[in-house]
């Protein structure tokens, strides 16, 4: 009977998650996404530099669905290619 009385003394206080934990994509929303980021990592021996583009869609996806919480992609560490397409825009240009 005294751990009865224990129970009813604690009592949990939720909390939400830590910064980059987010729900599992169980609709496969953005599957596409990631099996692109997945093979491009497979192919360069896991060299996470080398599939920044396509990690940058995938966190697009996440964020779009609802997925992961809204953040500057420049806050994500992608400031480098959200100026990339405007500079191959510039060139291309005559």
């Known amino acids: 009977m005294s751990t009865a009385m224990n129970f ?22 953005c599957k596409a996404f990631k099996e692109n980021f997945m093979r491009c990592l497979r192919e360069n021996n896991f060299d996470n530099s080398l599939c920044r583009l396509q990690s940058k869609e995938y966190l697009e996806c996440r964020m ?29 240009k005559p």
């Open 64 to 92: 779009e669905n609802q997925l992961m919480a809204k953040e500057p992609l420049e806050k994500l560490g992608f400031r480098d290619l959200m100026d990339q397409p405007q500079a191959e825009n510039t060139e291309a």
């Open 8 to 29: 009813g003394t604690k009592s949990f206080k939720p909390r939400p998650p830590d910064k980059g934990s987010f729900p599992l994509d169980h609709f496969g929303e």
